[in-house]
């Protein structure tokens, strides 16, 4: 329902942008959102956006990473520059299929997960 790619090593201040393909049902209200996960740590939010396009950030990438969708291919981006070696994670995509404002809250319980890409920096 959602395939991640684009993830792959870097150099500590490069540059990646990560796909999410979304297929599922569809919402008027809807959020999408990115997680990451590093080895040993919790999963943690990135950013979300939601179906009017507001689109909230972590403060750890805030002002580094952007996120957009386009809707005719129905895929969520995430451009992540200035990368540094603690943004080395799995990254997820995940969605949440019924009202929300697109905050890390609205994602206590997705109603999918992607399986995640994995992003390495050096």
């Known amino acids: 329902q959602l395939v991640e790619s684009g993830g792959g090593s870097v150099q500590a201040g490069g540059s990646l942008r990560l796909s999410c393909a979304v297929s599922v049902s569809s919402a008027n209200d809807y959020c999408l959102g990115w997680f990451r996960q590093a080895s040993g740590k919790e999963r943690e939010w990135v950013g979300s956006?939601?179906?009017?396009?507001?689109?909230n950030y972590a403060d750890s990438v805030k002002g580094r990473f952007t996120i957009s969708k386009d809707n005719a291919k129905i895929t969520l981006y995430l451009q992540m520059n200035s990368l540094k070696p603690e943004d080395t994670a799995l990254y997820y995509c995940a969605v949440v299929l019924r009202p929300c404002a697109g905050y890390y809250s609205d994602f206590a319980r997705p109603d999918y997960w992607g399986k995640g890409t994995q992003v390495t920096v050096s």
């Open positions: 956006l939601d179906s009017d396009g507001r689109i």
